[in-house]
Structure formats: structure tokens, C-alpha cells
């Protein structure tokens, strides 16, 4: 069983960043790929950035590659995701996800964290 608990989300001015965790409560060696999502209201979920836990490597939706970055400290469990230059459009629902392979499509993903909202105000 994966357990993941999101937080950082909030209200933030265009231009302006967040930084998202998600803390993972199941031992890493069982996980080997982290992913972040977001859904607006009214709008599907959408895979925003991944990385796989042991080699580090990252990928990202072309919408935010470049003011996005995603990043896991293997000491603490815990994922992050830096968010830079933020846009109103950014303003969603984020998760973070666990699955077993690199992935963008949210049904690839095994286990959900309850989501973290963030509200960009132009």
C-alpha cells in the first residue's frame, strides 16, 4: 500500500511560485515512478510532470516545461514540484501519483494523493 499526502498548494499572483510535496508513506523501493496532475473545474485531469525514484529522470507536459520542475529528496519521501512564472491557467487541482512505470495517463497510476489546490490571480 502507497499513501501519498500533498501540501504547498495556495493563492499566488501571476509571475509568481509555488512549491509542491507530496510525502510518500511507503517504502520507496516499492515505488518506482512519481507523477503530478492537475484538474481545473470542468476540465479533465492532465498529467503535468514525472519522475522515476531510483535514476531521477524527469519528463513534463510542454505546458509547463521550463517553469516546472519536478524533484525527489530520497532521504525524506518526498516528492516536489517547483512551480515558476505561474499563469491563471495554471490554477487547478494538483496530485501527485504513484505508479509502476513512467507514465503520462492518469489510469497508468496505481495510487492518488487527495490533491492541493492552487489559485493564480492575474
Known amino acids: 500500500q502507497v499513501q501519498l499526502v500533498e501540501s504547498g498548494g495556495g493563492l499566488v499572483q501571476a509571475g509568481g511560485s509555488l512549491r509542491l510535496s507530496c510525502a510518500v508513506s511507503?517504502?520507496?523501493?516499492?515505488?518506482?515512478?512519481m507523477g503530478w496532475f492537475r484538474q481545473a473545474p470542468g476540465k479533465e485531469r492532465e498529467f503535468v510532470a514525472g519522475i522515476t525514484w531510483s535514476e531521477g529522470s524527469t519528463y513534463y507536459a510542454n505546458s509547463v516545461k521550463g517553469r516546472y520542475t519536478i524533484s525527489r529528496d530520497n532521504a525524506k519521501n518526498t516528492v516536489y514540484l517547483q512551480m515558476n512564472s505561474l499563469k491563471p491557467e495554471d490554477t487547478a487541482v494538483y496530485s501527485c501519483?504513484?505508479?509502476?512505470?513512467?507514465?503520462?495517463?492518469?489510469?497508468?497510476?496505481?495510487?492518488w494523493g487527495q490533491g492541493t489546490q492552487v489559485t493564480v490571480s492575474s
Open positions: 501519483a504513484s505508479s509502476s512505470l513512467p507514465a503520462r495517463l492518469p489510469s497508468s497510476y496505481d495510487y
Open positions: 511507503a517504502r520507496t523501493s516499492r515505488v518506482y515512478n
